[in-house]
């Protein structure tokens, strides 16, 4: 097994439920655990009216864990929340909190991904 050194981010869409109790769900855990990750969202990220899973994922190893910050951002133009991570040291950061700003989903609807 390669040994991941340094600080490190785990960020990404990974359709493993984190609030389930799979055997998948557990050695994901335990694997990120064995190399110091922690988990940075510990909110659901996919909310539909029958149920709420947590697939979208924040793992964070840095010396001091608490200098990271997260936010869900509830737009409503995907089936999943957008995610944030901020450093505290930031002028903007967040705390693992819920932001509904109908300005956040104006700019992203309107933004040319074509030219980006």
Known sequence: MHKIKGNAI????ININLLDSSLQMQNYSNLLSNHGFISAMNMPTRITTVSKRR???IFIRYKDSSSFKSARFDIEITDH???????????HSFNNKVIK???V??????TEYKLI
Do not use: M, R, V, W
Request: proline share 4%; net charge negative; hydrophobic share 40%.
């Open 105 to 110: 989903k104006i700019k992203i609807e309107s």
């Open 101 to 103: 700003d109908p300005f």
């Open 55 to 57: 697939i979208d994922h």
């Open 10 to 13: 785990h960020i990404g869409d």
């Open 81 to 91: 929340c957008l995610l944030g991570l901020t450093l505290i040291a930031s002028k």
